[in-house]
């Protein structure tokens, strides 16, 4: 069956850096771009970034960009987010999510997130 | 403040029929993009619901339906049940922004 599985959250300062990773299983993973979206406490979605399915194309969120960066190991079946200069508001639960080619497509499955804490 | 605009809440008696509303503009759905529904239980990550405006998965009840016409769109859940109780946000592209944007979603309280 279809997994996302994130891992790598926790708690960090502002100013530092953190990498989360989004290991896939059940799917051919080299067919489908991978998404990141977080949830801030309390709050809704927000997208954060995208890569397509070869790695090629990236895209990130306004609020992101410049500090976040998105890649992908389609030998390893996984997909990296590289946050640097963290700030509070950065705190959420970072989910992956898969969609077939661009982000027009919807979002089928999801893992089941990792939590980014940022406090001093 | 969200691209696309949802109520905060709404809520239902068992057994009656609800919508939230996902209001868009000329950038989203008004230039074709098409509006996808996700479902959160409470603690759990998100679930798609809807695709493509009005595509259920497998596996989804059809008491769930949506529908999409010139900038909004709108989930309609009937009969509705307890396990129903919980967050719903809808998603679109915005060709503006050129991304993914979601609505600030709506907690849907059965009664």
């Known amino acids: 069956q279809v997994q996302l599985v994130e891992s790598g959250g926790g708690v960090v300062q502002p100013g530092r850096s953190l990498r989360l990773s989004c290991a896939a299983s059940g799917f051919t993973f080299t067919t489908y771009a991978i998404h990141w979206v977080r949830q801030a406490p309390g709050k809704g979605l927000e997208w954060v970034a995208v890569?397509?399915?070869?790695?090629?194309?990236?895209d990130y969120a306004d609020s992101v960009k410049g500090r976040f960066t998105i890649s992908r190991d389609n030998s390893k079946n996984t997909v990296f987010l590289q946050m640097n200069s963290l700030k509070t508001e950065d705190a959420a639960i970072f989910y992956c999510?898969?969609?077939?080619?661009?982000?027009?497509?919807?979002?089928?499955?999801w893992g089941q997130g990792t939590l980014v804490t940022v406090s001093s | 403040q969200s691209v696309l605009t949802q109520p905060p809440s709404v809520s239902g008696a068992p057994g009656q029929r609800v919508t939230i509303s996902c209001t868009g503009s000329s950038s989203n759905f008004g230039a074709g993009y098409d509006v996808h529904w996700y479902q959160q239980l409470p603690g759990t990550a998100p679930k798609l619901l809807i695709f493509n405006n009005n595509n259920r998965p497998s596996g989804v009840p059809d008491r769930f339906s949506g529908s999409k016409s010139g900038t909004s769109a709108s989930l309609a859940i009937t009969g509705l049940q307890s396990e129903d109780d919980a967050d719903y946000y809808c998603?679109?592209?915005?060709?503006?922004?050129?991304?993914?944007?979601f609505g600030g979603g709506t907690k849907l309280t059965v009664l």
């Open positions: 890569i397509s399915s070869d790695g090629r194309s990236k």
């Open positions: 998603q679109s592209y915005d060709s503006s922004l050129g991304d993914s944007v």
């Open positions: 999510a898969r969609s077939w080619g661009s982000s027009a497509y919807p979002f089928d499955y």
